[in-house]
């Protein structure tokens, strides 16, 4: 789980391993904005850092009639099948408005993929 008073930092990943999570992302048409961002963590933070990706997906009936279907995969658990980050990761779906989505793109260096 993540929220807004976590402790997020921009993401200290490889630029390799940068490119290829925004390619990826890249392949999911829905997706209109993603963020990447380190979550701090109390335990164990040097020797296993978490990450979370979050996607903002395009607004309109057709996304959200699609992700209304019980047979559809959600947005975020289709991205997060195709991530490959050496480390702990989590993909959430985030409206484009909310608090959250807002303190990610406060983060400089956290937004690393838009489709605009």
Do not use: C
Not at 22 to 51: C, M, Q
């Amino acid at each position: 789980m993540v929220s807004v008073d976590d402790r997020l930092d921009a993401p200290d990943l490889q630029p390799e391993v940068l490119d290829r999570v925004r390619r990826k992302i890249g392949w999911h048409e829905e997706v209109e904005r993603a963020f990447l961002v380190r979550k701090r963590t109390a335990n164990l933070d040097d020797s296993h850092p978490f990450y979370v990706v979050a996607v903002v997906p395009k607004s309109g009936f057709r996304a959200a009639w699609r992700e209304a279907d019980d047979d559809v995969e959600p947005l975020e658990d289709r991205v997060a099948r195709d991530l490959d980050v050496p480390a702990e990761l989590m993909v959430v779906k985030l409206a484009a408005k909310s608090p959250l989505a807002e303190r990610f793109a406060a983060i400089d260096g956290a937004e690393i993929y838009s489709r605009s």
